[in-house]
């Protein structure tokens, strides 16, 4: 009983002095680049849990935005990902109170003036410790490449004495609640009311919840506003950016296409600050395009360090409008994006290394650890696979994989490596980061067709008859093999080919159209698409593991 109440009393204190510890290691982040703990945490989790686990957990998440509306999804993902790690690390700091609670209660009979700190010290440590060497890990370790962190001596004195304060700060408030009895002497004192002594006891509580309360609010409040500054900042690089880039293209080269789309369809053109993002990271990796090399070796007769500059003046430029899709992206969802990236085929800069004839495979090695094989043969096929270093005209950013991406036509975006830093050429093939938890090797892009509008607002007399038409419209996509035919059934009745509209290129989606002949009521409008060379979209309902999602999407509205 006494070390049950001692255990909830210890959640609770670990709790009071964990958020505001959380709050102070946000605030350091953000105000001097201090590593951030729980982030690291969550981070490291990512790596070693099992494949599946983590599948579950993002499929599991992409669901939830998905079904119950949440937002766009790359970014809110982020944001759950990110409370992920701060109520683990909150839970570690729990269950730590709590443990250390109970012990001393069951354990240190008559505490005395030194057991007051010695006990937080080894909390600290116990707790402290292993977390300290994973945040090192993941921050400074092997194939991290944060550049806007703190020296790594000055953060691991900061995250120790910050564990230490914290854990000595546990123990203390262990001691001031569950003091030891009066020394021996005073024999003739009166022991404390024990009433006395639980109001002491509440108060105390109120006191550290209060202190708690305000240091947490204080914290983050102050590390937001440093935060958003740093947005600020990322928006007046695009800005920049835009601003000293050279060519940009006049208009988009389906500028005259006969198609318009549907009013309300999503932009064709994907704005560069709504394109989708998917990484392994809290954080994207922060690389410093001036330091940054390209190191191909391996099988090769001349192994090359490229910097930026050489891959842009040394090779012809290639422009390609593309449109990207992440193979967790469920049959309607928003984690698919276009825009037009600018790189330099693969092929032709391998050249200049001299592939020896064993070689087979390019291992594309990342950053942030991210790593994924491509098959030679296909690279020295298809001259669209571009070492890309330009979204939208501008230099990639920072989120996008600055200063190095590559393009692979007709795979899922977790074939293709950003933050590029190493090729190595290779005879046997490596399992790819997401390949080796579990997903399709091959990870080629299913054909989709989505509806993204009814639109009854733009409802209009046919010309000819008279009678209302309803504009439908959305986008098909098949990766590089085209679209060459959209379908839309209402109400279960015949399919009927929809208006195609030209699209940017052959390896973006397709706006398609149907001015459907308006009857009032409640109607389910279902769409599929047929590819290039013939093939239907398969109808069939298949979740996102391992290969992407199949199913014909159908929305119902009620005119
Ligand atoms: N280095 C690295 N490359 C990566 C990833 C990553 O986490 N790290 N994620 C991949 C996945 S799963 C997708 S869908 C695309 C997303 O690219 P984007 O975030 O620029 O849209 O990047 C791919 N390349
Ligand atoms: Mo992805």
Known sequence: MRTTSALLTGALVGLMLTAPFIAVLYLADQAASLPFVPYALFDWLGRVLPGDVITRVIDGMVTVIHEFDLGETSSTAKTIENWMGLLTFLAVGVAAGAGLFAARRAFDARPDERTRTAPGVVVAILVGLPLILITRHIVYGEGAAFTEVAPEGTALVWLALAFLVWGIALSRAYSRLYPAPAAAPVVSAPAPDSAVRRLNRRQFLIELGGASAAITVIGAGVGELLASREERDLEATIKARREAAEAIPAGLPNADAAVEPAP???????????????????RPVEIDGAEWRLRIHGRVDQPVELTLDDLVTRYAPRDQYVTLACISNPVAGDLISTTRWTGVSLRDV?????????????????ADGFHESVDLALVEDDPRIMLTYQWDGI????????????????????KQPKWITEIEVARDEEAGYWVERGWDAVAQMRATSVIDVVAADAAYADPATGAMRVPIGGIAHAGARGVSRVEVRVDGG??????????????TWVIWRYDWPFAEGEHTFAVRCVEGDGTPQIEERASTKPSGATGIHSVSRTL
């Open 350 to 366: 391998l050249a200049d290394t001299g592939v020896q004839p064993e070689a087979a495979y390019l291992l594309v090695r990342s």
């Open 395 to 414: 230099a990639l950013l920072p989120q996008h994989g600055y200063p190095l991406r590559i393009y692979i036509p007709d795979r899922y975006g977790m």
């Open 494 to 507: 015949e399919w009927t080919a929809a208006q195609l509209r030209a699209p940017l290129s052959e390896t």
């Open 264 to 282: 309300g369809t999503r932009p064709e053109y994907t704005p560069l600050e709504d394109h989708y993002r998917i990484d392994i990271n809290s």
